[in-house]
């Protein structure tokens, strides 16, 4: 309904929550698509991959006060997104864009670090 109404601003609060992966980057397409047609997309998004990967601007909140502002690549560091969430965060750069893509890191006293699967044992040619 939002979008017959050709808004010129377009708010919306956790558009992707409960959708699968692949709705997921279907909804974050058509929101690029709708902002290159000049629309202004202002969304709330706990997923910090997806924004990281779709946004041009990220703005983070924290006690009601602007923690951070500014492009994905500038403003999505370990140390930022710690003072903000709270926890221990990792920033791998995406290997297709180099993006940062954050993720929190466990608590290893809460957590025990995963062993890695054993490799499956080759097949035999006979």
């Known amino acids: 309904m939002a979008l017959a109404q050709e808004p010129r601003i377009l708010l919306l609060d956790e558009p992707t929550t409960f959708l699968d992966v692949a709705h997921q980057v279907e909804v974050m397409h058509l929101l690029r ?3 290159a047609r000049g629309i202004t997309i202002v969304a709330v998004l706990h997923d910090l ?3 990281g990967r ?7 909140i924290r006690d009601g006060q602007v923690a951070f ?3 994905p690549s500038a403003v999505l560091d370990p140390e930022a997104l710690e ?3 709270g926890v221990p965060m990792l920033v791998l750069p995406d290997p297709d864009t180099g ?3 954050p ?3 466990p608590d290893p006293a809460l957590c025990p670090a995963a062993t890695p699967a054993p490799a499956p044992a080759p097949r035999g040619s006979g």
Do not use: E, K
């Not at 779709?54 to 983070?60: D, E, H, L, N, P």
């Open 54 to 60: 779709f946004t041009s601007r990220i703005i983070a």
């Open 103 to 105: 993720i929190p890191r």
């Open 83 to 85: 003072r903000v969430f």
């Open 33 to 35: 698509r709708l902002n």
């Open 99 to 101: 993006l940062p893509i």
């Open 69 to 71: 502002d500014g492009p």
């Open 49 to 51: 991959a997806l924004a």
